[in-house]
């Protein structure tokens, strides 16, 4: 990819993301399941931007969605609403009501006083809900802490005993229809075994909900695949597909996934000007015009992300890449080898495409980066740089 010219053309912080990249993971994940009902439902949250989203809903992608928001962008974006599942621990009236009314495929049902509230909604609509239950497997995902989902101490789903006794509810109700079962365990996940774990914990659950008569359509397993930034082993995908299968143990049901980051994160990038080095007696700082507005991965959670320098310089020393915003916590990467910058260099910084715009703000009034798409040698302006203008929009009618 030509980040200099990507770079003279839009402008600097950018975000590029490659849609033929997209558009392999996408094939390589619905393929590891072929020969079985399945349904990649892409986690809109790991990357928003509606040219992706419409990108996969071309693909025959379906969408996992956590706010009535995503919903709208994916149905924006060209999704089939029995495509969309939508998910979250807090959903708002306003939010069940519109799904209800979008056709979705289901709503994901995280506690029973949510279920008390579809009912009553659905019921106020005279609609019929589908419904899955997150079910909580209590397994240990052995990620980061903060993206660690499925554990009792999380906030996350409902016990078994709790999921069994909502989904008894569910069909004795005249408006919900409980379609589907759901886990997410966690994100970021180089060993799928703990997923495979909770198939097997949530696949027993499913034998017994039929035995109720209650027929359970969907598995969804939630997302969580994890992708290497640095030198994390990429997931074998065949053994988790086989893996998920092993555990059904012969059910008949489509198998659901949400994965975000694997699909977009080794898509995209980030590219950044040097502003200037600095030195603060031996140590050496790069200042770059990207910061933990753009990128917050870094800071939240001391994630890594690969920094390469754009073009040839043989003189390396350690370094942090940071950013202008004021807070200590604002670097990009810490401790690195680049080669001497000057003002105008650019740095390239990798797997950038999940979580990386979508968590993007308007921190220290900076405008949120453009973002572009690439797709075979082509690059488009997909999400046009904020301006100051964008940014005290909602502010400046009022100012007295
Ligand atoms: N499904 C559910 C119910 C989820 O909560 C998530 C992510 C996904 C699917 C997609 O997970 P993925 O395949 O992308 O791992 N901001 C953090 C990640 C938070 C993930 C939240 N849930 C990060 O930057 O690492």
Known sequence: MDYRN?????????????????????TQLKSAFSGRKSLVCYAVKANSNLSVLKHLANLGAGFDCVSIGEVKRALMAGA????????GVGKSDDEIKIALQSEILMINLESEAELDRVEAIAKELNKTARISIRINPDVDAKTHPYISTGLNENKFGVDIVTAKKMYLKAKNSAHIEPVGVHFHIGSQLTDTQPIIDAAKIVSKILSELKSLEIDIKFFDIGGGVGITYQDEEAVNLYNYAQ????????QDVTIV????????GNSGVLITSVLYEKFNKNKRFVVVDAAMN???????????????????NEQNS?????????ESGDFLAKNIWLPTCKSGDLLVVKSAGAYGFSMSSNYNTRVRAAEVGVEDGKDRLIRRRETFEDLVAFETEFLK
């Open 6 to 26: 990507l770079a003279k053309k839009y402008g600097t912080p950018l975000y590029v993301y490659d849609f033929n990249h997209i558009s392999t993971q996408y």
């Open 80 to 87: 089939k609403p029995y495509q969309i599942i939508f998910s």
């Open 243 to 250: 893996g998920i299968l092993a555990a059904l143990n012969g």
């Open 257 to 264: 996934c949400e994965p975000g980051r694997f699909i977009v």
């Open 294 to 312: 753009d990128l917050i991965r870094p800071s939240l959670y001391d994630a890594h992300h690969g920094v390469e320098f754009v073009g040839e």
């Open 318 to 326: 350690t370094c942090d890449i940071v950013g202008p915003i004021c």
